[in-house]
């Protein structure tokens, strides 16, 4: 066990995995001679060799295709996308093959591949380096959606993801890179599709994925002080949703807040308020309240801090939240 | 190009029997379609046989093709059975997708033919995937990928070649230009028509061949397959060829002049090539038409399989979306 960062903990992910099977290889723009735009697959070329960590030019439906038919075929590729704005170039790959092959074939083929991706604000980069598009996968029958909110959790699914059956768009949050927590150096596994309450509280129920998760847990260390104690649910997956610890904990507290960093309309948010009025109406005191960011495109700059959703604004929705709506 | 490859009778053989049956099989869909015995659409590749012929019957097992998206004949040709593929086109659950996946988006990865899309152009990046496999395992295996001239204008095909040949990949691209994308002609898609030349800007070579010339498409292919076999890197190949029938069937086919249809009729290289099995002695006439006799027989047999198999449960529509126990 030691202190990580989470970039270093994607790092060792994908390292052990590699080590591991034979059959996973890693490409993307920039992964091998350079080490990843931010430094996340260094050393990786010099260990595993030029056959299993390579350089590509910019070409994003080239190499997703080029992975789902190596996945397809038996191999498990690891694509990198390397920032998730850029992944609507790769849309028809992802959207039409990865997620249908399996079906489409009558379950002749399954299609574990990977597409790390760099998610989310952060960096004040603007509308073409920041946004998170969970619930633009999410709403596609066939792929997984998985969103590490810190170091430990960025291993575990990360590994996970590498190892399961389907194709997963994996969300790197690009502002937790550098954040660091205790990481085990062995080899572990988070399951895709089980919810970890990462904070128990009575008062209200704080579904929050991905970056809004941390930010969550300092608001809710800041409404303790009221006396408001709040349970935080980390949703780790967009889809699969895990229900069952969702309705648990909303039925416990009668009240629920809905935190990620994506716009509120179609988002993983109204998927959980509809879970919620579909399966527990009755045990809701108050409405539900989404924390999300803006419906804008994401501007450059300090401007991103007033777009972007942030501790203040999930202590707000609890006010609401506990005063009724 | 060399020199024309020399075929030998029992190629000749397998390439006449191949592209008879596919004809008839295409001719069967295509009445079928007409009585209304098959939902959807139907994309005939009548014209277009003999690429996938050839292809189906000198690939080694091991290899992977993506088929150019009319043919069926490719997947005859590989051994496909005939029935099953019938009842995957008719929707039914004893298809070879299990009567989910229907005319486009058939595939058999048993028999190494995989990739098959209902979306132009997407492919090629598909098959990228199956050329790395082979790269990857060290195999001596290849993967061939066909498309029509419609998908040279997406951007997948530009990505495609450059990656292909930048990774020396073992893969042969064949563009079947049959000079229509859907209802257009080719020179109201591209300014440079002579698909084969962009090759060059890729850096692999680019082959244009008359794909109703046995010798010369049997010949320029097994340069490319062999080119790719032995790692020397991708090659694209232009088939000039033609559909005889509409884009879909039922296609009124106001864009083309009937005489441009019955001059490439006329090329027809099915009796070319019976001509040639009989006149070299190596069929007799009896033997030709048993031959032919077992193939209707072979045809009717799987159209009525097809049609007496139960369409999916709602049991199988529910499944294989995940590989893993996953709802929403």
């Given at each position: 066990m030691s202190?990580?960062?989470?970039?270093?903990?994607?790092?060792?992910?994908?390292?052990?995995?590699?080590?591991?099977?034979?059959?996973?290889?890693?490409?993307?723009?920039?992964?091998?001679?350079?080490?990843?735009?931010?430094?996340?697959?260094?050393?990786?070329?010099?260990?595993?060799?030029?056959?299993?960590?390579?350089?590509?030019?910019?070409?994003?439906?080239?190499?997703?295709?080029?992975?789902?038919?190596?996945?397809?075929?038996?191999?498990?590729?690891?694509?990198?996308?390397?920032?998730?704005?850029?992944?609507?170039?790769?849309?028809?790959?992802?959207?039409?093959?990865?997620?249908?092959?399996?079906?489409?074939y009558g379950g002749q083929v399954h299609i574990p591949l990977v597409v790390r991706t760099l998610s989310g604000g952060g960096f004040r980069a603007g509308m073409h380096h920041s946004?998170?598009?969970?619930?633009?996968?999410?709403?596609?029958?066939?792929?997984?959606?998985?969103?590490?909110?810190d170091a430990y959790e960025a291993k575990g699914l990360l590994k996970s993801s590498i190892r399961d059956p389907?194709?997963?768009?994996?969300?790197?949050?690009?502002?937790?890179?550098?954040?660091?927590?205790?990481?085990?150096?062995?080899?572990?596994l988070i399951p895709l599709g089980v919810a970890k309450v990462r904070r128990t509280g009575s008062d209200v129920t704080i579904v929050a994925i991905g970056i809004m998760v941390s930010h969550t847990l300092q608001a809710a260390e800041e409404l303790a002080q009221e006396g408001i104690e709040a349970e935080v649910v980390d949703a780790r997956t967009a889809m699969p949703i895990d229900s069952d610890t969702i309705l648990n904990s909303v039925k416990k507290t009668n009240r629920l807040v809905v935190a990620h960093e994506a716009p509120a309309p179609f988002g993983f948010g109204a998927e959980i308020a509809a879970l919620a009025a579909e399966k527990a109406l009755y045990y809701l005191d108050a409405p539900v309240i989404r924390v999300t960011s803006k419906f804008t495109p994401i501007p450059v700059g300090r401007s991103e801090d007033y777009i972007l959703p942030g501790k203040k604004d999930i202590v707000e929705a609890v006010h609401r939240a506990i005063k009724g709506g | 190009m060399s020199e024309i490859h020399t075929i030998d009778e029992q190629m000749l053989v397998a390439f006449y029997r191949n592209l008879y049956f596919a004809r008839r099989f295409e001719e069967t869909l295509a009445d079928m379609f007409r009585r209304g015995e098959i939902d959807g659409w139907l994309h005939s590749g009548i014209g277009q046989e003999l690429v996938g012929v050839i292809l189906g019957v000198t690939l080694q097992a091991h290899d992977y093709i993506v088929p150019y998206h009319r043919s069926k004949a490719t997947f005859l040709a590989r051994g496909v059975p005939p029935r099953a593929l019938i009842a995957e086109i008719l929707g039914r659950q004893s298809g070879i997708c299990g009567g989910v996946g229907g005319e486009a988006h058939a595939a058999d990865v048993s028999h190494g033919i995989f990739g098959s899309t209902g979306v132009i152009g997407a492919a090629l990046p598909l098959a990228?995937?199956?050329?790395?496999?082979?790269?990857?395992?060290?195999?001596?295996?290849?993967?061939?990928?066909?498309?029509?001239?419609?998908?040279?204008?997406?951007?997948?095909?530009?990505?495609?070649?450059?990656?292909?040949?930048?990774?020396?990949?073992?893969?042969?691209?064949?563009c079947e230009n049959n000079l229509y994308s859907e209802m257009t002609p080719l020179s109201k898609e591209m300014k440079e028509t002579r698909i084969a030349k962009k090759a060059e800007a890729y850096g692999m070579p680019g082959i244009a061949v008359d794909g109703y010339d046995l010798d010369a498409t049997y010949t320029v292919l097994q340069e490319a397959i062999a080119r790719a076999r032995e790692n020397q890197g991708p090659s694209l190949i232009e088939v000039k060829t033609y559909r005889w029938?509409?884009?879909y069937e039922g296609d009124p086919e106001e864009y083309r002049d009937k005489n441009?249809?019955?001059a490439w009729r006329a090329r027809d290289p099915l009796p070319l090539l019976r001509a040639r099995v009989h006149d070299q002695g190596i069929l007799d006439s009896q033997q030709l038409l048993d031959l032919e006799k077992n193939f209707e027989d072979l045809l009717s047999e799987a159209v009525a399989f097809a049609k007496a198999s139960p369409y999916p449960t709602p049991e199988n529509l529910l499944s294989n979306v995940y590989a893993t126990n996953t709802s929403a």
């Open positions: 202190q990580l960062s989470y970039r270093r903990a994607l790092t060792q992910a994908i390292d052990e995995e590699m080590a591991r099977d034979a059959g996973v290889f890693l490409i993307g723009e920039d992964v091998a001679d350079s080490g990843g735009a931010f430094g996340l697959t260094r050393g990786l070329l010099a260990k595993y060799g030029e056959m299993r960590v390579r350089d590509t030019p910019i070409s994003e439906e080239a190499i997703v295709g080029l992975g789902i038919g190596a996945a397809a075929l038996g191999l498990r590729p690891i694509v990198e996308i390397m920032f998730m704005d850029f992944i609507f170039l790769a849309m028809d790959q992802i959207a039409n093959h990865a997620a249908k092959m399996r079906y489409m946004q998170s598009l969970e619930s633009v996968f999410g709403h596609i029958p066939g792929l997984k959606v998985v969103m590490p909110s389907d194709p997963v768009i994996f969300m790197e949050q690009k502002s937790l890179l550098g954040a660091k927590v205790e990481v085990p150096d062995n080899d572990y | 990228l995937g199956a050329a790395f496999v082979q790269l990857y395992r060290h195999t001596d295996g290849i993967a061939v990928c066909g498309f029509g001239d419609g998908a040279t204008t997406q951007g997948s095909f530009h990505e495609s070649m450059n990656l292909a040949a930048l990774w020396n990949l073992p893969i042969v691209f064949i029938h509409g884009h441009e249809v019955e």
